[in-house]
């Protein structure tokens, strides 16, 4: 069974750093599609970032600047390095591990107070 496990969220106040990371168990997760999102209360999940098989990446217009995506060099997890932090930061961030099938963690909650 796969499973997809975010960890790292927290509070934080406002202007500090999180880093975030996710793994994998029952599947090596490698170059595999990876993105994270974000779902704020009351509000729809939305894409946050993504890094490719070949290491592009991408995010939304909103973190660029402040949000990294990177791998572990042994290819077991992954990093959503988020600076500057800001309080519409706030929600459950979840990983997506795309590898034939979609899979998705239970999420990881970050606060950012004012």
């Known amino acids: 069974q796969v499973r997809v496990i975010e960890s790292g969220g927290g509070l934080v106040q406002a202007g500090g750093s999180l880093r975030l990371s996710c793994t994998t168990s029952g599947m090596f997760l490698g170059r595999n599609y990876l993105a994270w999102y974000r779902q704020a209360p009351g509000m729809q999940r939305e894409f946050v970032a993504k890094?490719?098989?070949?290491?592009?990446?991408d995010y939304t217009d909103s973190v660029k600047g402040r949000f990294s995506i990177s791998r572990e060099n042994g290819m077991k997890s992954a990093f959503l390095q988020m600076n500057n932090l800001k309080p519409e930061d706030t929600g459950v961030y979840y990983c997506r591990v795309q590898s034939g099938h979609s899979y998705w963690g239970r999420g990881t909650q970050v606060t950012v107070a004012s």
């Open positions: 890094i490719t098989p070949n290491g592009e990446t």
